[in-house]
């Protein structure tokens, strides 16, 4: 049950052990419906958090159902929303580019803010390695996209957004050949800002 919310380091404590069951309830049966309920009990930010964190490795209704609710509940409140974008971006399912992509066409994404390609597409490439190493490289191909357009909106974003594509030596050989080619797309583009040029040439060559 949730009582009252305290900010005092016993209640933190307590907070912090709720999470790191419901992170682990809900890779077990039935787990994902109980993580969702205490979703809906949870009555301050850091109890919601746990909870959709729990589900974020779980695709299905329940993850849906949580997710669907945080951004109703703070779809005005900008900076909180920027911690959905997070999710959606790190969220490890097979269906996590698209669902990407879905969220780029919520009316409070634009790319040229930089919190939000920070938390969706920075987030993705950094903190997503299942769907942005994949195997059949739409993860790098997608993420190059995105960087060239942000490029021409905020040429500092783009090129600190740009490291995960650079660590290309701690890959396998056919990884390493797509995340250079990814590379090597970014720096035949012509109109490149001379941040991502610089960046991108010595992820590329040293």
Known sequence: ANNQF???????????ERAAALSYLATLPGGAERALSAYHAANNMTDRMSALAALNDQPGYARTEAMAAF?????????????????????????????????????????????????????????????????????????TEQILAIDKLNPQTAARMLTPLGRWKRMDGARQSQMRA??????????ISRDIFEIADKALNG
């Open 71 to 143: 951004h109703d509940r703070y779809a005005n409140d900008p900076l909180t929303l920027d911690k959905w974008f997070v999710l959606t971006a790190t969220a490890p399912g097979p269906d996590a580019l698209a669902d990407i992509r879905r969220a780029m066409e919520d009316p409070t994404f634009t790319l040229g803010n930089p919190n939000k390609a920070r938390s969706l597409i920075g987030a993705f490439a950094a903190s997503n390695p299942t769907a942005f190493h994949a195997a059949d490289g739409a993860g790098y191909k997608f993420f």
């Open 182 to 191: 990814a590379l090597k797309r970014i720096l035949a583009n012509k109109n």
């Open 6 to 16: 305290s900010p005092d380091a016993a209640s933190a404590g307590q907070r912090a």
